[in-house]
């Protein structure tokens, strides 16, 4: 080989059972999984690897400054005044609608 890839695979983010880990140092989330290649589909032979890739997508610090003019809310006042309610009690016999 001459140093050029000879293939190629693309996983998906939380594809192939893929590992989510945050990081604290270096700061960033790391993605890994364990891929398999096997020469038969059902047994083990001594050519068959297994590759546990680890990719990290690193933070980056930034500090952002600006002005910010905040306001009080204004306020309102509102008055509206409530009629009292009228109730009537009556005694019904037996019932809630029964005679009076």
């Given at each position: 080989m001459d140093g050029h890839?000879?293939?190629?695979?693309k996983l998906n983010h939380g594809a192939c059972d893929m590992d989510r880990q945050r990081m604290i140092a270096p700061e960033g989330m790391q993605f890994s999984t364990v891929i398999v290649i096997s020469f038969h589909p059902l047994f083990i032979t001594k050519t068959d690897r297994a590759f546990h890739i680890k990719c990290l997508y690193r933070e980056t610090v930034q500090t952002v400054n600006?002005?910010?003019e905040v306001s009080s809310l204004p306020t309102e006042s509102i008055?509206?005044?409530m009629?009292?309610?009228?109730c009537t009690y009556t005694i019904r016999k037996d019932e809630i609608d029964g005679p009076i």
């Open positions: 890839p000879i293939g190629g695979i600006s002005q910010l008055a509206h005044d009629p009292m309610p009228i």
